[in-house]
C-alpha cells in the first residue's frame, strides 16, 4: 500500500514539477517593445490660437481656428465640433469663466462637425481650418471643442466656450 | 448541549484515569472545511466510545489499545464523515473537515460525496464561502464582499453595484448562476452592479478557472455559483432580522428572513430594504483633465441610491425527491455622479447639495424577477439522479439623464435616455449515472431563449433576440480514494438576430456630388448569425495526506453579444462612437490551472498558478479616426496571453490568534491585433492582503468577542490601454469586531458586528472603477454597525 503510493505521489510531484517549468519559461518571454502611454495635448495658449476663452465670433464672418497639437509618438486624426450651450449643459476647461447669456430654446443652431487627418505621421503640428459663420445661425453661446488622436488610440480633447453675435 | 455536558463528563472521567501500558491517545479536531474554524459539539462516534468536540474543536479518545477503528462524525447542520484509524505507536493527530450540508439534501445523496470532499476531488480550482464567511465580511455589495477571495476582485459603480472580475477578467466573461439558472441581465455594460439580494445567501462557489463545460458561454473566466439554500430541519421555525448602519454613505439597511418546515414541505421568505445618501470621498475637488469639480462637504454628489428586495420560496422534498420554486424581485434605483458620468462633463441647474439623499438626474432604475424551479429525482435504484432547472428572468433598466442636444440630435423629450428589457427563459437537464462503482457519468443540455427590446432616445446596443442550446457530458472517475479524474466536452450552438434601428432624428450626410441630405441614419443591421463551439476539459486531482494537488486544462467559448456584433451608435457618456463587428468569432480560451493546498490543524498554504490563452478576444479597440467628431472604437479580436496566480497561507496560535495572508497577481498581453503588446482594460494590479483576527474570552455579557485587522496592499496598476491611466498603489487598513450577545432570553444570542472601512480615510485610486476614469478616488472613512437576531421555534 505504501509503496503504491509512493510511486503516486512521484509520478505526480514531476508532472506537477514540469508543468510549473513549462509555465515559467512560457511567461519568461518578456516584451521588451516600448509602449506609447501618452495622450496628445492641445494649446490654444499661444498668440495665433483661436478662438480663445469667450470669443467673439461674427454672423457673417469667417475665421481661422487655429491650434497646436503635440504627442510623443505620430498624431493620427483631430476634429472641430461646434455646438450651442443655450442651455448651460457644460463649461468650458480653459480655467477662465466667461458669463452665459440667458438660458433659451435652439431654433436654428450651428452645428459644425467636421474631422481631418495628419498626415506623415509627425509629433507635432497645427491646426488651422477656416470655419464660415453662416448668416441665419442662432446667435448666442457656443462651445468649441477640439479633438486629437495619435497612432495608437490616445486622444487629447479642450473645449472653449464663445459667443456667436449679429 | 446535552451533547456537549455528556462530552465534557465524559472527557474528564477519561483524562483522569490513569494511562495504561499499550494503550494510546487519540487526538483530533473538527474544522468547519470552509471557514477552517472549529466545530463545537461535533458527536464523534466510535464502536463502544464517543467524544463531542469542544469549543476549539479538539476531541480525544484515551486508552485506546492497539488496532484498526471506525468513527464516525456527525454535527447538525454539516454532512456525517466517517474516519478510519490504525492505533499504534506513532499515532498522528486527526483533522476531520466537516462540510455544511443540510440533512435532506444529504439524505437525497445517499451515494454522493460531501461538498469538501467534493472540492477535493474535482479538478476544477474553485473556492467555496459559507453564511459564516458572508456575514462577518458583508459589505455594500455582493461582489465587495467576495473580494477577500484572493483572485477575485469587482468592478464597482458608486458604492452599493459592483460586478465581479476573476483574475481580470469580468463582464460577460464571468458567469453568475443562482439556483442553477444563469443570471441574465445587462452585463456588457460597466456602470451597474448585479441584481442580487446579497441577503439570505448560505453558500457561493467561485470557479477561478473556464468552466463552459458545465455552464456553456460566458463562464470563459470564471462562475459565480450562488448555491440555493439548505433545505430547514423538519418541525421548524425559524427567522433573522438583520440592521445594518453606515456613516460614509449614510446607509441604513434591514433584511428580515423567515423559513419553516414541517415534514415534507418547506418555505422560504425575504425582504431587504436599504437607503443610502451620496458617498463621501477624502478629496474636496475632482480633477478631471482640465475640470475641477468642487465637493460639498465630501460627497460626491448624486451618488444615493436605495435597494427593495423580497423573495419566496416553497419546497417539497422526500427521500427520492426535491423540488423548490422560487421567486425573487430586486429593484433598485441609483443615481449617477452629477458632474460627469463615464467621460462625459455635465452642468446642470438641479441643486443637487440640497440633500445628500435626493436622487437626481442622472440615474438608473433596474428591476430583476427571477422565477425558477429546481427539482432532482432519484431513480433506478439509486444509479440515476436526474436533475432539472427551469428559469424565467426579466430585467428591465432604466437610464435616465437630462435631455440635452448631441451633434444633429434637438433636445429629446424626456430624460430616458435608453431602456433594456430582457426577458430569458432557461431549462438545464441533467442525469447524473453512477456506473461501474468508480465512475459518476453526467450528461445533460442546457436551453435559453432570450429577448432584448430598446427604448429611449440613446442608442447602444440593438434590439436582439438570442437562442442558444448545448449539450454535454462529462466523466469522473474515482482511480482511488486519493486520486480522480474528470474529463468531459460540450457542443454549443448560438443564433442572435439582431433587429434593425434607425435614429428619430435626421443627421446631415456629404453627398458625392458636394452637395449634403438629411438623413435618419441606420444604426444596427437586421442580421442573423450563427455560432458554434466546442469545449471541454480534462483534469485530475490527487489528495495525499493534508496535500491536495490538482491540474485542469480546459478549452472553453463565450458568444459575441449584440453590442459586439451590431453596435454602431455614440456613446456620449464615454464620448466615443462604438461600431460593432458582425465579423466576430466566438472567443476561444484555453486554460492550464494548477492547484496545490496544504492544510493542516493550525495552518494551512495554497498556491494556484494559471497560464492562459485567448485564440480571438473580443476588445473594444480606440482607433485614431473620428465620426461626428467622436473618437471610434471599434469591437475587434486579437490573441491574447495572459498568467498569473494566487498565493494564501494561514496559521493560528494557541487557538487565539489567526493570521492569513493572500496574494494575486495577473498578467495580460495582446499578442496580435492593433493593440498588440498592450494589456487588456480594466487590469487588477498585483496585490495582497494580511490580516489578524483575535478571539477574546467571553467578557460579562459578550460572548465570543473577536477583534480583526485587515490590511491591503495594492501595487501601482503601469499596465494601461487607452484611454485609461496609470494608478497609483495603495494601501489600505480595515477594522472589524464581532462579538454575540446574549441579551434577550427564549433567544438566540445576538451577533453584533463592528467596522471601521479605511481606517486613515485615505485618498486612493481602484483601477477597477467605473469612476477611475474621471479621477473619483474610492470612499473614505466608513464606520458600520450590523446586528443580527435570530429566533427560531
Same mark, same amino acid.
Given at each position: 500500500?505504501?509503496?503504491?503510493?509512493?510511486?503516486?505521489?512521484?509520478?505526480?510531484?514531476?508532472?506537477?514539477?514540469?508543468?510549473? &517549468?513549462?509555465?515559467?519559461?512560457?511567461?519568461?518571454?518578456?516584451?521588451?517593445?516600448? /509602449?506609447?502611454?501618452?495622450?496628445?495635448?492641445?494649446?490654444?495658449?499661444?498668440?495665433?490660437?483661436?478662438?480663445?476663452?469667450?470669443?467673439?465670433?461674427?454672423?457673417?464672418?469667417?475665421?481661422?481656428?487655429?491650434?497646436?497639437?503635440?504627442?510623443?509618438?505620430?498624431? *493620427?486624426?483631430?476634429?472641430?465640433?461646434?455646438?450651442?450651450?443655450?442651455?448651460?449643459?457644460?463649461?468650458?476647461?480653459?480655467?477662465?469663466?466667461?458669463?452665459?447669456?440667458?438660458? /433659451?430654446? *435652439?431654433?436654428n443652431p450651428l452645428i459644425y462637425m467636421e474631422n481631418y487627418m495628419i498626415e506623415g505621421g509627425v509629433d507635432e503640428y497645427e491646426i488651422i481650418v477656416t470655419v464660415e459663420i453662416p448668416e441665419?445661425?442662432?446667435? &448666442?453661446?457656443?462651445?468649441?471643442?477640439?479633438?486629437?488622436?495619435? /497612432?495608437?488610440?490616445?486622444?487629447?480633447?479642450?473645449?472653449?466656450d464663445i459667443k456667436i453675435v449679429e | 448541549m446535552i451533547h456537549k455536558l455528556i462530552g465534557g463528563i465524559l472527557y474528564?472521567?477519561?483524562?483522569?484515569?490513569?494511562?495504561?501500558?499499550?494503550?494510546?491517545?487519540?487526538?483530533?479536531?473538527?474544522?468547519?472545511?470552509?471557514?477552517?474554524?472549529?466545530?463545537?459539539?461535533?458527536?464523534?462516534?466510535?464502536?463502544?466510545?464517543?467524544?463531542?468536540?469542544?469549543?476549539?474543536? %479538539?476531541?480525544?479518545?484515551?486508552?485506546?489499545?492497539?488496532?484498526?477503528?471506525?468513527?464516525?462524525?456527525? %454535527?447538525?447542520?454539516?454532512?456525517?464523515?466517517?474516519?478510519?484509524?490504525?492505533?499504534?505507536?506513532?499515532?498522528?493527530?486527526?483533522?476531520v473537515y466537516l462540510e455544511t450540508v443540510s440533512t435532506a439534501l444529504e439524505a437525497i445523496e445517499l451515494h454522493g460525496v460531501s461538498d469538501r470532499k467534493e472540492s477535493r476531488t474535482i479538478p476544477l480550482v474553485s473556492e467555496s464561502v459559507n453564511k459564516d464567511f458572508l456575514d462577518k465580511n458583508r459589505a455594500n455589495s455582493l461582489m465587495q464582499t467576495l473580494e477577500k477571495i484572493p483572485g477575485v476582485s469587482t468592478i464597482n459603480i458608486g458604492s452599493g453595484q459592483s460586478k465581479?472580475?476573476?483574475?481580470?477578467?469580468?463582464?460577460?466573461?464571468?458567469?453568475?448562476?443562482?439556483?442553477?439558472?444563469?443570471?441574465?441581465?445587462?452585463?456588457?455594460?460597466?456602470?451597474?452592479?448585479?441584481?442580487?439580494?446579497?441577503?439570505?445567501?448560505?453558500?457561493?462557489?467561485?470557479?477561478?478557472?473556464?468552466?463552459?463545460?458545465?455552464?456553456?458561454?460566458?463562464?470563459?473566466?470564471?462562475?459565480?455559483?450562488?448555491?440555493?439554500?439548505?433545505?430547514?430541519?423538519?418541525?421548524?421555525?425559524?427567522?433573522?432580522?438583520?440592521?445594518?448602519?453606515e456613516t460614509n454613505n449614510d446607509l441604513l439597511g434591514v433584511s428580515a428572513g423567515l423559513q419553516s418546515r414541517k415534514e415534507h414541505w418547506y418555505y422560504r421568505g425575504r425582504f431587504t430594504y436599504r437607503d443610502y445618501g451620496d458617498f463621501k470621498v477624502p478629496t474636496d475637488r475632482i480633477n478631471y483633465e482640465n475640470y475641477i469639480f468642487e465637493l460639498h462637504d465630501h460627497n460626491l454628489r448624486n451618488t444615493a441610491g436605495k435597494e427593495a428586495n423580497a423573495s419566496f420560496n416553497l419546497g417539497y422534498v422526500s427521500d427520492n425527491f426535491k423540488s423548490e420554486t422560487s421567486i425573487s424581485n430586486v429593484n433598485t434605483k441609483n443615481g449617477f455622479f452629477a458632474n460627469a458620468h463615464g467621460l462625459e462633463v455635465r452642468t446642470s441647474s438641479i441643486d443637487y447639495d440640497r440633500s445628500n439623499r435626493d436622487i437626481d438626474l442622472p440615474y438608473?432604475?433596474?428591476?430583476?424577477?427571477?422565477?425558477?424551479?429546481?427539482?432532482?429525482?432519484?431513480?433506478?435504484?439509486?444509479? %440515476?439522479?436526474? %436533475?432539472?432547472?427551469?428559469?424565467?428572468?426579466?430585467?428591465?433598466?432604466?437610464?435616465?439623464?437630462?435631455?440635452?442636444?448631441?451633434?444633429?440630435?434637438?433636445?429629446?423629450?424626456?430624460?430616458?435616455?435608453?431602456v433594456f428589457r430582457k426577458n430569458t427563459f432557461s431549462l438545464n437537464l441533467n442525469d447524473k449515472m453512477s456506473v461501474l462503482n468508480r465512475h459518476e457519468l453526467v450528461a445533460g443540455f442546457n436551453l435559453e431563449y432570450q429577448h432584448n427590446d430598446i427604448d429611449g432616445w440613446g442608442f447602444l446596443i440593438p434590439a436582439y433576440q438570442r437562442f442558444s442550446v448545448g449539450g454535454f457530458a462529462y466523466d469522473q472517475v474515482e482511480v482511488d480514494q486519493q486520486l480522480h479524474l474528470q474529463a468531459g466536452i460540450r457542443y454549443d450552438l448560438g443564433i442572435i438576430h439582431t433587429e434593425p434601428y434607425y435614429d428619430w432624428f435626421q443627421?446631415?450626410?456629404?453627398?458625392?456630388?458636394?452637395?449634403?441630405?438629411?438623413v435618419y441614419l441606420q444604426r444596427s443591421q437586421d442580421k442573423r448569425l450563427n455560432f458554434g463551439s466546442f469545449s471541454g476539459s480534462l483534469g485530475i486531482a490527487y489528495t495525499l495526506d493534508d496535500t491536495n494537488f490538482k491540474v485542469n486544462a480546459g478549452r472553453s467559448f463565450r458568444m459575441p453579444l449584440a453590442n459586439e456584433l451590431a453596435s454602431d451608435g455614440v456613446n456620449y457618456h464615454m464620448y466615443r462612437y462604438e461600431k460593432g463587428n458582425s465579423e466576430l468569432d466566438a472567443e476561444a480560451s484555453w486554460q492550464l490551472d494548477l492547484e496545490v493546498d496544504h492544510i493542516r490543524d493550525n495552518y494551512y498554504l495554497g498556491v494556484s498558478p494559471f497560464i492562459n490563452y485567448f485564440e480571438n478576444y473580443i476588445y473594444l479597440n480606440p482607433t485614431s479616426d473620428y465620426y461626428e467628431t467622436l473618437q471610434i472604437y471599434e469591437y475587434t479580436q486579437s490573441?491574447?496571453?495572459?498568467?498569473?496566480?494566487?498565493?494564501k497561507a494561514g496559521i493560528r496560535f494557541f487557538e487565539r490568534l489567526q493570521l492569513d495572508a493572500s496574494g494575486e497577481y495577473v498578467y495580460s498581453r495582446q499578442t496580435s491585433g492593433p493593440k498588440e503588446g498592450y494589456t487588456l482594460p480594466f487590469s487588477p494590479p498585483l496585490s495582497g492582503r494580511f490580516s489578524a483576527a483575535f478571539q477574546f474570552d467571553d467578557t460579562w455579557f459578550f460572548k465570543q468577542p473577536m477583534l480583526s485587522m485587515d490590511y491591503k496592499i495594492a501595487a501601482a496598476q503601469k499596465e494601461i490601454i487607452p484611454p485609461e491611466e496609470i494608478t497609483d498603489g495603495y494601501q489600505v487598513m480595515n477594522f472589524s469586531l464581532n462579538m454575540k450577545v446574549g441579551l434577550l432570553s427564549g433567544l438566540p444570542s445576538m451577533s453584533i458586528r463592528f467596522n471601521?472601512?479605511?481606517?486613515?480615510?485615505?485618498?486612493?485610486?481602484?483601477?477597477?472603477?467605473?469612476?477611475?476614469?474621471?479621477?473619483?478616488?474610492?470612499?473614505?472613512?466608513?464606520?458600520?454597525?450590523s446586528i443580527n437576531q435570530s429566533f427560531n421555534k
Open positions: 500500500m505504501r509503496n503504491y503510493k509512493y510511486i503516486y505521489m512521484k509520478r505526480i510531484q514531476y508532472f506537477i514539477v514540469s508543468i510549473i &517549468g513549462m509555465m515559467l519559461l512560457a511567461c519568461s518571454g518578456d516584451d521588451s517593445v516600448i /509602449k506609447d502611454e501618452e495622450k496628445p495635448t492641445i494649446s490654444l495658449n499661444y498668440i495665433d490660437g483661436f478662438p480663445q476663452t469667450c470669443s467673439v465670433l461674427k454672423r457673417g464672418s469667417s475665421y481661422d481656428f487655429r491650434a497646436l497639437v503635440t504627442d510623443n509618438f505620430e498624431l *493620427a486624426s483631430y476634429s472641430i465640433d461646434i455646438h450651442h450651450n443655450f442651455d448651460h449643459h457644460t463649461h468650458d476647461d480653459q480655467g477662465v469663466n466667461c458669463e452665459l447669456e440667458a438660458v /433659451k430654446t *435652439a431654433v441665419d445661425v442662432d446667435t &448666442g453661446d457656443y462651445h468649441c471643442q477640439y479633438s486629437v488622436t495619435d /497612432k495608437t488610440g490616445w486622444q487629447g480633447r479642450t473645449s472653449i | 474528564l472521567s477519561i483524562c483522569s484515569l490513569a494511562m495504561a501500558q499499550n494503550t494510546f491517545n487519540l487526538e483530533g479536531s473538527v474544522l468547519d472545511a470552509a471557514s477552517k474554524k472549529p466545530v463545537t459539539g461535533a458527536t464523534v462516534l466510535g464502536e463502544t466510545r464517543y467524544a463531542v468536540s469542544d469549543e476549539y474543536g %479538539h476531541f480525544n479518545f484515551d486508552e485506546l489499545p492497539e488496532g484498526v477503528y471506525e468513527f464516525k462524525v456527525a %454535527h447538525m447542520g454539516f454532512a456525517d464523515q466517517t474516519f478510519t484509524v490504525v492505533v499504534k505507536p506513532g499515532l498522528q493527530r486527526v483533522m465581479p472580475v476573476i483574475r481580470g477578467l469580468g463582464f460577460n466573461r464571468v458567469a453568475v448562476v443562482q439556483n442553477g439558472i444563469k443570471h441574465e441581465a445587462q452585463q456588457w455594460g460597466s456602470d451597474h452592479g448585479l441584481e442580487i439580494d446579497q441577503y439570505g445567501i448560505e453558500a457561493i462557489q467561485i470557479i477561478k478557472g473556464p468552466a463552459s463545460l458545465m455552464y456553456g458561454s460566458d463562464a470563459i473566466a470564471g462562475v459565480v455559483n450562488i448555491k440555493p439554500s439548505l433545505i430547514p430541519q423538519q418541525n421548524t421555525f425559524e427567522g433573522e432580522v438583520n440592521l445594518l448602519g438608473h432604475t433596474v428591476n430583476h424577477l427571477k422565477v425558477t424551479n429546481s427539482t432532482t429525482l432519484i431513480t433506478h435504484g439509486k444509479t %440515476h439522479v436526474l %436533475h432539472f432547472d427551469l428559469g424565467y428572468q426579466s430585467n428591465h433598466r432604466e437610464e435616465h439623464s437630462e435631455p440635452v442636444p448631441h451633434g444633429y440630435m434637438p433636445k429629446p423629450a424626456d430624460s430616458r435616455e435608453r443627421s446631415q450626410i456629404n453627398n458625392e456630388d458636394g452637395t449634403t441630405s438629411r490573441e491574447v496571453f495572459r498568467y498569473g496566480g494566487e498565493l471601521i472601512n479605511n481606517i486613515l480615510n485615505t485618498k486612493y485610486f481602484n483601477h477597477t472603477s467605473f469612476y477611475r476614469l474621471i479621477d473619483v478616488p474610492e470612499p473614505g472613512r466608513n464606520f458600520s454597525i
